[in-house]
């Protein structure tokens, strides 16, 4: 019998019931962080206008799958489907992430959400594979990108840059799963997440042009606060603003 990893099998021994746990273990251990939870969690931020429940959703999984961070994905994974969050878009986001914060939490992640998705009869075969028709590309501003990367970068290590062309930019970026305004928003919440902030100006320029507002921006910078951290959500914070001065010049 193939073993299940330790993962899959404590949420395949009840996802709702590892939920409900770890509701009891805050009451538990640390009552105040219990009431936190509640009342500023789930009473405020989550009811918070600026961005949409869904969008939301799509911030906080980012972050937990970037930071590597598993007790909290059972629920949010969870909650992000009921905020319409479709299984081949988080499967989209999971495989996303592979590549922006590590193989191994994509992986992590994979495992969670399998269980959820045994849990809601979501098939396999209804999630998006590897051959799919990708979107459009936009040569000009493929062009540009890969003349930087190949001036900056190829001297250091041409792998690097070989594998960000193919597969990242001329197939992952372009699979469907994602629509481009939400593989941006992902990619910019696991960098902030991470306290990558060097990387934000570009994938948050991106982001707004494929049409994230400035309001939401700003309200995904409010989420991370809590599923990321604080620290590096105020190291990305003059990063963000540099961008929203930028485009109002």
Not at 201 to 229: K, P, V, W
């Amino acid at each position: 019998m193939k073993k299940l990893a330790p993962i899959a099998l404590a949420l395949s021994l009840g996802g709702t019931a590892s939920i409900a746990q770890t509701g009891s273990a805050l009451e538990r251990a640390a009552p105040a962080l219990a009431a936190y939870d509640q009342n500023t969690v789930e009473g405020n931020l989550w009811q918070r206008e600026g961005l949409s429940p869904r969008d939301r959703s799509i911030v906080s999984v980012s972050a937990l799958i970037a930071g590597g961070k598993t007790t909290l994905q059972p629920k949010e994974f969870a909650r992000a489907l009921d905020n319409g969050v479709t299984p081949a878009e988080l499967s989209g986001i999971i495989t996303h992430l592979a590549f922006y914060a590590g193989w191994n939490n994509g992986v992590e992640a994979a495992q969670v959400a399998a269980a959820l998705y045994d849990e809601r009869d979501i098939a396999s075969d209804s999630l998006p594979g590897a051959d799919v028709e990708l979107l459009p590309l936009d040569q000009e501003t493929e062009d540009a990108r890969k003349t930087s990367v190949q001036e900056t970068h190829g001297a250091t290590s041409q792998g690097v840059v070989d594998f960000t062309e193919s597969p990242m930019f001329l197939d992952l970026w372009l699979r469907p799963d994602l629509a481009p305004r939400d593989r941006s928003l992902v990619t910019v919440s696991s960098l902030v997440a991470n306290g990558q902030s060097e990387q934000v100006t570009f994938h948050l320029n991106r982001a707004m042009d494929n049409g994230l507002t400035r309001e939401e921006a700003s309200e995904a910078l409010t989420q991370l606060a809590f599923y990321a951290n604080w620290p590096n959500v105020y190291s990305a914070m003059p990063v963000f603003q540099d961008v929203f001065d930028s485009r109002e010049q």
